[in-house]
């Protein structure tokens, strides 16, 4: 069964830039398998900041982008503030109806 | 504005059944796939199943296939997930999500706020 990756955990400096990725156990993401962010604070659901591998949900910062950087789709925040400090989730589209988030990645912002 | 407010959930015995319910407004249901996810406690996320917007195409995480049952009545705007033979594992919040278009992969643009299933006995 294929797994989909993410760093568990990551930090970041105030101001300053970071790329989360998410790839597979086996194979390389596409943007066949339509890669979507999700960014979720504790007690919180989930809210989404980028779907279709680079399309930003509505009312999310523009220093939130999703693109393909070689063989992993990867979500980049620009300029990161004290309230980007959250767990994000990526999720791929297997095909056959089937989608599989990855782990998370917890991001620290200090 | 969108919004998805999901009921039906509690505590239930291993092996009993639960039907969730999630209620949708503000945008026309008929033309949207639907989602339900899932966090365990102190856990990620998992995918549970999918909807079209017609209702014409269901599909399943292999963890709840043959048990769970996803449906919709879009004259209602309602979303539910049937849940049969429940177990200590399937104890998680569960979240409605309105996907980003009709198809069964278009990814989730919208998350309720969750239900929370217990199975205990």
């Known amino acids: 069964q294929t797994v989909v990756t993410q760093e568990p955990s990551f930090s970041v400096s105030p101001g300053g830039t970071v790329t989360l990725t998410c790839g597979l156990s086996?194979?390389?993401?596409?943007?066949?398998?339509?890669p979507s962010w999700y960014q979720q604070t504790p007690g919180q659901a989930p809210r989404t900041l980028i779907y279709?591998?680079?399309t930003r949900s509505s009312g999310v910062p523009d220093r939130f982008s999703g693109s393909i950087l070689g063989n992993k789709a990867a979500l980049t925040i620009t300029g990161a503030q004290t309230d980007d400090e959250s767990d994000y989730y990526c999720v791929l589209y297997m095909g056959g109806g089937v989608w599989v988030f990855g782990g998370g990645t917890n991001l620290t912002v200090l | 504005e969108v919004q998805l407010l999901e009921s039906g959930g509690g505590l239930v015995h291993p092996g009993g059944s639960l039907r969730l319910s999630c209620a949708a407004s503000g945008f026309t249901l008929s033309n949207y796939a639907m989602s339900w996810v899932r966090q365990a406690p102190g856990k990620g996320l998992e995918w549970v199943s999918v909807?079209?917007?017609?209702?014409?195409?269901?599909y399943y995480a292999d963890s709840v296939k043959g048990r769970f049952s996803i449906s919709r009545d879009n004259s209602k705007n309602t979303l539910y997930l049937q849940m049969n033979s429940l177990r200590a594992e399937d104890t998680a919040v569960y979240y409605c999500?309105?996907?980003?278009?009709?198809?069964?992969?278009?990814?989730?643009?919208?998350w309720g706020q969750g239900t929370l299933v217990t199975v205990s006995s």
């Open positions: 086996s194979g390389s993401v596409s943007t066949s398998y339509y």
């Open positions: 999500a309105k996907d980003s278009n009709y198809g069964v992969n278009s990814p989730i643009s919208f």
């Open positions: 279709n591998t680079n």
């Open positions: 909807i079209s917007d017609s209702g014409s195409g269901t």
